[in-house]
């Protein structure tokens, strides 16, 4: 079994920051890459940030120059630090990993539960 667990959301006032963590655990042999999404209430989920395994970086240009995606490979875990964050920026953020389990020869995507965070005044 592998398990994604996201933590950080909650409420915060524009221009605030938060700091989401995602942590990976289970039978995991390697993950390759992990990557933040959102998804706005009616609206399709789209990527934020992810990051490769080597630490190669790729935001959504909505968040370019506030976001912050970096990862400790060490403890399989991801972050995403926000800040200076827009009432835009309202949305559930899912953790993604795509990683390969232990005695597998393909990987495979992994996604978190969620994690709600609201901007508003």
């Known amino acids: 079994q592998v398990h994604l667990v996201e933590t950080g959301g909650g409420l915060v006032q524009p221009g605030g920051s938060l700091r989401l963590s995602c942590a990976a655990s289970?039978?995991?042999?390697?993950?390759?890459?992990m990557a933040w999404y959102r998804q706005e209430l009616w609206k399709e989920r789209e990527l934020v940030a992810s990051i490769t395994s080597g630490g190669r970086v790729n935001y959504t240009d909505s968040v370019k120059g506030r976001f912050t995606i970096s990862r400790d490979n060490a403890k399989n875990t991801v972050y995403l630090q926000m800040n200076n964050l827009k009432p835009e920026d309202t949305a559930v953020y899912y953790c993604?990993?795509?990683?390969?389990?232990?005695?597998?020869?393909?990987?495979?995507?992994?996604w978190g539960q969620g994690t709600q965070v609201t901007v508003s005044s």
């Open positions: 289970g039978t995991i042999s390697s993950i390759n890459a």
């Open positions: 993604y990993a795509d990683l390969v389990r232990v005695g597998w020869l393909t990987s495979w995507d992994y």
